[in-house]
């Protein structure tokens, strides 16, 4: 019996085949650690000015409306510029288009330490979002370039775990970070930016040379390898062919639209969270340092169960549920959060709502990337991504909007749990469809 037959009978079963099993390995020891470093300084870089904020705020001047207004007018620049750097990465090729990403949003990043006022913040936050705009949704879709369907959930929560990990990592540095005040005249929060937005340009230059554009031009794997994964990704795209748009109909698509609103929902959730919890922390009694360490436990718990989520997925071949009921357990803790006064329940309902959050962005990008291949997929994700991630000044402004008004942000996250809730159930009563997801490889149908 010769190889390619008995891989085939070895696929009909179900079973992975050695060629199978050594490919997804050589390309996850080649990509995924770099994309998730890449990442994670990315997320640093926009999130930073959390920690930034809890000193910041106070020698600058700035109102919690204010602040919220720099937070979140980033999603403005990153919104208008997204699809078009979604499809200039698919026309110059993820190696150069996500370096000159990395390389502008650094240096962009360390220029937020000549912050002196309220318009040179409003204007380097939105030029970080113009700088960032594209490369989320670029390595979505570059990893569908290289995984099949059954192995996307677990390799996307591989890559976005660097969220909740820059947290983990990042929030007790950034508070030991804001300890350099007055070193060289600078203050603390000068220090946090400069330190953390240079390794990003540092990284854009190694990533001009080290990622590779497509399958085909992988030295790194070899011709039987290059082969498998070729004839498995081509029968994939067949299976999307009698659902093929052009870029278009993938910009006007409903779906699309559907999907967008529930992203929207979920990085409402995502970034109310992420930009406040920090002052929400300090106000407990903690200092900078101790509000780091305090700050990155939700993050600890979610990376774990981001992780254990997407494995499950993976194996049940379920996406819809898997997606939903996140989304309605971060609603459900986050409204908690409204009616707690004692801060250890505080922390535990912020957590479990970091669990859910972490869950839902483990899998979401799977719903539309069962259907949507080409350049339809380069612009039809990048739309979902731009018009969700206008939550992201919409959900720390909210949260900013309530605290100047009532004093409370508490109030604030029990008004942002709508969001995560009307997410979650337009996924579960949207009628997501995943059934062209997951086919057999041409390899493995019967031959007649």
Not at 81 to 103: Q, T
Not at 228 to 252: D, I, V
Request: proline letters at 4%; hydrophobic letters at 55%.
């Amino acid at each position: 019996m010769s190889q390619t037959a008995a891989g085939a009978r070895a696929m009909m079963r179900g079973a992975k085949t050695d060629i199978e099993t050594s490919t997804i390995r050589a390309i996850s020891l080649r990509l995924i650690p770099f994309l998730v470093l890449a990442y994670f300084l990315a997320y640093l870089d926009r999130v930073n000015l959390g920690f930034a904020a809890l000193t910041m705020n106070e020698e600058l001047k700035f109102t919690p409306t204010m602040f919220s207004w720099g937070a979140g007018i980033f999603f403005i620049g990153y919104f208008i510029f997204e699809v078009p750097s979604n499809i200039a990465l698919e026309k110059f090729g993820a190696s150069r288009w996500i370096a000159r990403i990395m390389v502008s949003w650094g240096i962009i990043s360390a220029l937020m330490a000549m912050v002196s006022g309220p318009w040179s913040f409003y204007t380097l936050r939105f030029l970080l979002g113009v700088a960032e705009a594209g490369f989320f949704p670029g390595i979505i879709l570059y990893l569908t370039y290289w995984y099949p369907a059954e192995y996307r959930a677990r390799f996307l929560a591989a890559f976005a775990i660097a969220v909740p990990v820059s947290t983990v990592i990042g929030a007790p540095v950034s508070g030991l970070l804001l300890g350099l005040d007055g070193t060289l005249g600078l203050h603390g929060w000068q220090w946090l930016f400069i330190i953390e937005g240079i390794p990003s340009v540092v990284l854009g230059i190694v990533t001009w040379f080290y990622l590779t554009d497509k399958p085909s031009q992988a030295t790194w794997l070899s011709a039987e390898q290059k082969a498998w994964l070729s004839a498995k990704l081509a029968s994939e795209h067949e299976a999307k062919a009698q659902h093929r748009m052009t870029l278009g109909q993938a910009l006007s698509s409903k779906k699309v639209l559907l999907l967008s609103v529930v992203y929207f929902g979920f990085v409402g959730a995502l970034y109310g969270m992420q930009f406040w919890l920090p002052q929400i922390v300090k106000a407990f009694g903690f200092n900078n340092v101790q509000t780091g360490f305090v700050t990155a436990i939700p993050y600890l718990f979610g990376s774990v169960a981001m992780v254990l989520w997407a494995r499950h997925s993976d194996r049940t071949r379920e996406r819809v549920w898997h997606v939903g009921l996140p989304l309605l357990l971060t609603a459900l803790a986050l409204g908690a959060c409204g009616y707690i006064q004692d801060p250890t329940l505080t922390m535990v309902a912020i957590t479990v709502a970091a669990i859910g959050v972490f869950c839902t962005f483990a899998l979401f990008w799977t719903l539309p990337t069962a259907w949507l291949s080409g350049t339809a997929a380069a612009g039809g994700i990048a739309l979902i991504n731009s018009i969700g991630n206008l939550a992201g000044f919409g959900g720390p402004y909210l949260i900013g909007w309530i605290k100047e008004a009532t004093g409370s942000t508490a109030t604030g996250l029990l008004v942002l749990a709508i969001l995560p809730l009307v997410a979650g159930l337009l996924v579960l009563f949207g009628k997501h469809g995943t059934t062209t997801e997951f086919v057999a490889p041409a390899a493995a149908r019967p031959v007649k």
